[in-house]
């Protein structure tokens, strides 16, 4: 069903200035209808011509229509499940974000050791907090990432095993999203319940006012029905069969100290659509224990949270799904789109390693170089010249590609075959939730061994083919060989989560303009450090003792022929390879081009520009 989010709303004062405006038109046309008909009327056509200007969505944020000259909502969707360990189930919490449009997701019980950021599949960011690699694999949370998400991300902090925060840019505003799994209820002590609250109350206390903040996760907690004095806090849809227990209370605590409020309480939903947790034998056990907590200045923002009853994950939660608007302009909208989708093209350096590409290569120089009067030309138009005529020869005999390499494939064990079984897991498990029967949950638990039978065997032949391999290329080609062990190790490099710095005092920078300033600063001071003395002398060239031989043509040749071949080019495109497919006039005018850097003590405009490429540690 559509919702309507009105630019408009009607007061008892606004209906009465109508009435009297409307009855003084009516006066002056003498017509016989009354004041409040007119107003009435006049109220209802107001409605429709804001309605015919406003913005529809449906439940998940889907526009369908919006006037030219308004600002647009943008729907922001995130979610939180506990998962019950991570698994094997990455390629199916991918597919889960993407039918749901999912740029957020946090997850608990992820039971991953250490702390880290990665690519995993389909190029989506899991970022983690665990136990120490000593230790038994059990509690940590984390988030999941869409592709394009992350690139706006600007702060992780592991703080545990339990708790978990991510700062993200959206829509020129910040906002922190903190993932949590608490203790159960039953099974620790007060005293670990309450440091754990503490902890969570620390860590919204360090985040600024100004900052949207989302609290989600398994708060292994009951609130129960809405009742003084937490009605500013709880919303009157929550479980209203449950008793708050103590750690409901803790949780409700903790949004009255911070101005909180429990998402999930706030919109009328099937009673599928609230339970989050059911016991694994017996679905009629359920209860309502995972909650997101917002600031209650973000109320106006939300558009819906609701749980989705039938998601399937070998896990007995279920996960919560937040909908939420967000004004933007039209032009950043399109500044967004694209970033999104441009991608800057370059040269196929790669066929230039065939002998047709180089031979062509070669062909386009000479003719474009051999009529060039050199006699009068400075070191820069010498270059400029080079390089386009190479760069324009190379486009021609080796086409372009679209920079940067394609989205990270699929896992290689998750085939057709294991894709099928996962599929019918997730349709035997929607019918078990439907039916509620013995038989049904039978045939799901054995759908379920199934799933994990394959998957570990299809990860075994996965990883023997991958040996098999190789074997071969190490026989066969040592260059594929070395590439391909290298592509295993950079899999699990660390993501760059972030571009922002420190400022001198140690305070981080968000903005853009501020992080280049700061980048600005710190090179200045790196580069032009004080107490260097200055002797007085200079080169001349003009002078006798400053004078030396020319530089030779055989000492340039001698240096393309000794300098890697493939190594990545610079700013200009060019590499060492593509000066060797011009030939000899390629060696020709770059030798030139030294002679006359050296005559005039100076260099081109292009080799006098550094390119900072900052990597994250």
Not at 41 to 53: L, N, P
Not at 96 to 122: C, N, P, Q, Y
Not at 553 to 577: F, L, M, Q, Y
Not at 578 to 583: D, H
Request: hydrophobic fraction near 30%.
């Amino acid at each position: 069903m559509s919702t309507l989010t009105p630019d408009l709303a009607f007061t008892s004062e606004d209906i009465t200035d109508i009435a009297l405006k409307t009855s003084r038109d009516a006066e002056s046309q003498g017509t016989g209808e009354s004041a409040t008909g007119l107003a009435s009327r006049q109220r209802i056509k107001t409605a429709q011509d804001t309605k015919r200007r406003c913005k529809r969505t449906d439940t998940y944020g889907k526009r369908t229509g919006l006037h030219k000259g308004l600002r647009e909502r943008t729907s922001d969707l995130s979610g939180t499940w506990n998962i019950c360990g991570l698994g094997d189930k990455t390629p199916e919490l991918v597919n889960f974000m993407e039918k749901r449009k999912i740029k957020v997701l946090g997850m608990a019980d992820t039971r991953t050791k250490k702390k880290g950021t990665k690519r995993v599949h389909s190029d989506y960011v899991y970022i983690w907090s665990g136990v120490d690699q000593r230790e038994h694999a059990k509690h940590g949370v984390g988030f999941l990432l869409h592709p394009e998400t992350a690139k706006n991300l600007l702060d992780t902090q592991q703080i545990s095993e339990r708790i978990i925060l991510i700062k993200l840019r959206q829509n020129q505003k910040v906002i922190n999203y903190v993932q949590i799994y608490a203790p159960c209820n039953d099974s620790y002590s007060d005293e670990e319940k309450d440091k754990f609250f503490e902890t969570i109350s620390d860590t919204i206390n360090n985040i600024p006012d100004n900052e949207e903040l989302m609290v989600m996760g398994d708060f292994n907690g009951k609130v129960g029905q809405r009742r003084d004095p937490w009605t500013k806090h709880l919303g009157p849809f929550s479980d209203n069969t449950a008793t708050c227990n103590y750690n409901g209370n803790l949780i409700l605590e903790l949004c009255a100290e911070h101005k909180l409020v429990i998402a999930n309480t706030l919109f009328q939903h099937r009673q599928s659509q609230i339970i989050t947790w059911y016991k694994w034998n017996n679905l009629d056990v359920c209860s309502q224990i995972d909650f997101v907590l917002v600031r209650t200045k973000m109320r106006s923002t939300l558009r819906d949270t609701r749980v989705i009853p039938n998601a399937e994950l070998d896990t007995d939660h279920r996960p919560i799904i937040t909908t939420r608007t967000q004004k933007q302009k039209t032009s950043d909208k399109n500044k967004a789109k694209a970033n999104k989708t441009s991608r800057k093209r370059v040269i196929n350096m790669k066929k230039l390693q065939s002998d047709k590409a180089q031979t062509k290569t070669n062909s386009l120089v000479n003719e474009k170089l051999k009529s060039v009067d050199t006699k009068d030309m400075k070191v820069n138009d010498l270059w400029n010249t080079f390089k386009s005529a190479v760069t324009d020869s190379m486009k021609e005999a080796c086409g372009t590609k679209k920079q940067g390499g394609p989205t990270r494939k699929l896992t290689a064990w998750c085939n057709e075959e294991i894709k099928e079984v996962i599929q019918t897991k997730k349709k035997l498990f929607k019918k078990w939730v439907k039916s509620k029967s013995e038989e049904d949950c039978i045939q799901c638990r054995l759908a379920r061994r199934d799933a994990k039978r394959k998957t570990r065997l299809s990860k075994e032949a996965s990883w023997k083919k991958y040996g098999e391999d190789l074997s071969a290329m190490c026989q066969t080609s040592t260059r594929n060989f070395y590439k391909s062990v290298k592509a295993m190790r950079v899999r699990d490099n660390p993501f760059n989560p972030t571009s922002v710095v420190n400022d001198p005092k140690g305070q981080l920078l968000y903005e853009d303009g501020l992080i280049r300033g700061r980048w600005e600063e710190y090179f200045y001071d790196l580069l032009n450090p004080a107490g260097i003395l200055d002797t007085g002398e200079g080169f001349d060239p003009s002078q006798p003792d400053h004078q030396e031989p020319n530089i030779l043509e055989s000492e340039v040749r001698w240096a393309v022929k000794d300098s890697p071949k493939d190594k990545a080019a610079g700013d200009d495109g060019i590499t060492t390879r593509a000066v060797l497919a011009c030939g000899e006039i390629g060696i020709q005018w770059l030798t030139l081009m030294f002679q006359r850097a050296w005559e005039e003590r100076k260099v081109p405009d292009d080799r006098q520009r550094a390119i900072v490429v900052p990597i994250w540690k």
